[in-house]
């Protein structure tokens, strides 16, 4: 075990503890009986955005094997598409086993470079949520070592409020140490795109609501220009499409996948670089790249689904200071509430690199699952922004007088309150993981600051 | 805990009735900051500090404890006590300290040992006690007030000069040996700050005032500084006067 310091992909909130890495339940066992009152957490990549997976002045088990010399440890039935994968192994390791055999993995946020543990932890969800739920929906069964060391076999079917109580659980009801996931077959490594410049934020709405085509494409997302303003006030970028045909991809290979990583951010960028000027210089040209005309392409997997990914360590470009994403969630019907969230930010001169827009499908059974049916905006901002605290305090606000929830994988600011008010579900989650962990040993710093975790139990 | 944007849930300040340190809870006191402890010797006096920052901010959950700044020997129990009342202390804003400008030293030789208890050995009693506390919980911030009379101590103040020399030196060993813990130690050195400690004092150069200190200490947690000077030049003026040669120090009209 060595002393780190971590923080989360934002690079804010800094903090130091006991971190050992293994994938070896023995290991992890005997480290369980040996934490301190500070508690422990399982981390994976260390993707998600704030303090989800940090525990200050406690243990950390990280769980990956990105080098492990011994290959991947997965296994792809060929005929069902039935994974049965460690939660060490990223969804980059799984796509580059799993593509080229005519699989894909069932959901994939904006990153590949996540656990199987932590995605299941956060629940994450992509593109596809309207159309194929999040990715809890596809885990078929789980193995999940408890505080006490006892693994237990989890599934939708035979223990159902372990199950959802771990999907979104944000590591807090145990490790999860495998599991079984449906993928979706392929027939090409190709996405066909369709993509359309929308010219305000009416438009942008119409395009993607229920009522109109958006329910027949699989995937769909819409980039939005959060400086923008007066009649272009939230114009945006759409881009829907599926998986191609091997047919529609012209190529004697049409399931070949080369994801390789371009460029690396470098370790120096001063605070500042990514400003509103900057900012704005990029929407500009990001929007008029686009074609004004409605537009199909074929794109590869990495240019639709993880462009961010081309920049190795992208989260530096926000400096030392670090950035923070905000991820929320509104019904369908408060379209009024997103607009006058996008005119608070854009009033107030906050400038976001990347803001993302997209309508989500029903919720499912977890508890503190984030996606439920409704909008959902996703936006980065440098962390050292002045007035940012106030500025997101009555955001917030907005989003919970609304019916709103925030997506905890990336939060790292909201008050205990709002997980409460946003997720109806949390005191019956309560109960659950106190029964999963009566010792009270998961912690982690999110759960620390929301009250996550019983704070009458040690700190 | 602290969050993303720079605030921290749970604040302590030590010298609750300190006017600076009050300031600087007005500036560090923002939405998200759930918990805060005024220590102080006259809890009325703190209630009513306590009461303006609750009307701004009424979500605010706010303690009190006792202590006596000079008793080196409690503040072991200080701080567990203040930790009982709120888990873990994200910032601690140690602002305890006396003046005594214009004491007499040569006839009361006890206000020299109160102050000596207070400016230093009681307070550094105080940042061991918080620092052991931090680096249990992987992280947290000790804001300590020091002041550019430690610089290099003149003639009108020594004793307090000395306390503050003594301190400073202290605290920022204190941060290098918390190296790696995660804790760590912000250094302040105000000029003259205009306040009731200096109330019919002759303002120095580059004087200043709570506002304008509260927002530099306030920008040096967002940044992680070691050291801030309020106002900023005072770090070349003091470069210069530190390495004058007695000689001319001693000629200046300070």
Known sequence: MTMQRLSGWGRTAWTVADVINTTDENIMRSTLASVGKRGAIARGLGRSYGAAAQNAGGTVVEITSEHDPMGIDAVLDPISGILDVASSVSLDSILRMCVPRGWFVPVTPGTRFVTIGGAIASDVHGKNHHFDGSFGQHVLSMTVMLSSGEIVELSPETNPAWFWATVGGMGLTGIVIRASLQMLRIESSQVRVETERLANFDAVCDAMSGDGEDDSYRYSVCWVDLLATGSSMGRGVLTRGDHASAAEVDNSDPLHYDPRLRVSAPGWVPNGLLNKLSIKAFNEAWYRKAPSKRHVGMESIPAFFHPLDGVNKWNRLYGPQGFIQYQFIVPLDRTDVLRKVIETFSSAGVASFLAVLKRMGPQNLAPLSFPTEGWTLTLDMAAGTKGLAELLASVDSMVLDAGGRHYLAKDSHVAPSAVRRGYPRFEEWMSTRDAMDPAGLWRSDLARRLGLVDPRRNS | ?254
Do not use: C
């Open chain 2, 1 to 254: 805990m602290k969050n993303g944007v720079g605030v921290a849930q749970n604040i302590v300040l030590f010298g609750g009735t300190s006017e600076i340190g009050q300031v600087i809870l007005r500036r560090v006191v923002k939405p998200g900051v759930s918990r805060l402890v005024l220590v102080s010797r006259d809890i009325d006096a703190a209630n009513r500090v306590s009461q303006e920052l609750v009307g701004a901010h009424p979500e605010l959950d706010v303690h009190h404890v006792r202590y006596e700044a000079s008793d080196a020997a409690s503040m072991e129990h200080v701080v567990a006590e203040v930790a009982d009342s709120i888990g873990d202390i994200d910032i601690a804003i140690v602002a305890q300290g006396l003046l005594n400008e214009g004491a007499d030293y040569y006839t009361n030789p006890a206000d020299l040992v109160e102050m000596v208890n207070v400016n230093f050995t009681g307070e550094m009693v105080l940042l061991y006690a918080l620092a052991s506390r931090m680096r249990g919980q992987g992280y947290g911030k000790i804001v300590v007030l020091s002041s550019v009379a430690g610089e290099r101590v003149r003639r009108g103040n020594p004793v307090y000069g000395a306390t503050k020399a003594g301190l400073d030196g202290f605290a920022l060993a204190l941060d290098h040996e918390l190296d790696g813990s995660g804790a760590s130690v912000l250094v302040v050195r105000p000029g003259f700050v205009t306040t009731k400690m200096t109330t019919g004092m002759k303002k120095a150069p580059l004087s200043t005032n709570p506002e304008a200190v509260a927002q530099i200490v306030e920008k040096g947690i967002a940044t992680d500084k070691k050291v801030v000077w309020a106002p900023a030049p005072l770090h070349w003026m003091f470069l210069i006067l530190k390495n004058l040669p007695i000689a001319i120090w001693r000629r200046l009209p300070i």
